[in-house]
């Protein structure tokens, strides 16, 4: 069964550190994985609240917490092409959260078209500049999107986004339009959101081995952070990914993960909004099957 490893990259510091280690750690468990990289500036300082309930100077460094508020915000993308690229060597696939992820974070939920196609088409083009090519995946930050992203990722030419929380893969409809792109959701909570719900690190372990007993027809897909699983709590992932190829689950990238799929047998579900446990703000998610006439 595959097990789709979604991982955000959201600072300077998590792209720096975080993703070299998170990339020794999954060829030590022969696992792969979708890297969604923000590639314009860090302007985390501006976003605090809604980054996830985890230690966050540990995680995140004074920097990062400072970033786009009383000092500069980095430019990712410029200062750290050349990690970005190992991901690909390493057999992982590499795609896009954002140009820039506070802004997105900020404004993306409630922004027109002008705004939306803007936003997505410097992201594309500095994804293109830093690979080569076009990117082929998406996985909005905190997953929040508006009507208008969804409708740009079916322009852009993407073969699969990751932009919701759901139970498995769909093709989304949103305010009645179907968006011939399909979504891969997180199906699984997240290692802070258990965190912030009261469980330490061993029973989050424990929790997430658990809810992997019993996979959806597709298999799951997990969302995890460079800035966090990809440093000071690097521990739980090899706890887990151990844990995982035990129950008999292959690590995989969301293109591998999206290429067992029949696509034209994909349900068609109706987007919705809905908070996420321990984050603060609402996440696009799956909603009931779309009938149509």
Known sequence: MKLGLRIEVATLRGTREGVP????LLKEHRARATFLFSLGPDRTGRVIGSLPRVPKLKCYGPVALLSGTLLPGPDIGSRCAGIMRTVLDDGHEAGIQAYDRAGWLVSAARAGEAWTVEAMR??????????????LTHGAPGWRMNRYAYRHTQR??????????G??????????????C???PTTLPTLDELLAGGLNPDEAVRRLTELARRPPAAGHVYTL???????????VLRALLAAWRGLGHEPVSLREYAAGLDLSRLPRR????????????????????FLSM
Do not use: W
Request: charge should be negative; include cysteine.
């Open 21 to 24: 280690q998170l990339a020794a």
């Open 122 to 135: 410097r992201a594309r083009e500095r994804y293109e500049e830093i690979f080569g090519a076009p990117a």
């Open 156 to 165: 852009l030419g993407f073969r699969h986004c990751s932009d919701t929380r």
């Open 167 to 180: 139970t498995g893969p769909f093709i989304p409809v949103i305010r009645g339009e179907i968006v011939a």
């Open 182 to 184: 399909p979504q891969l």
């Open 225 to 235: 952070r460079a800035e966090i699983e990809g440093r000071v709590f690097a521990p």
């Open 270 to 289: 109706v987007i919705v909004d809905q908070p996420v446990p321990g984050m603060a703000g609402i996440a696009s998610a799956e909603g009931k099957e």
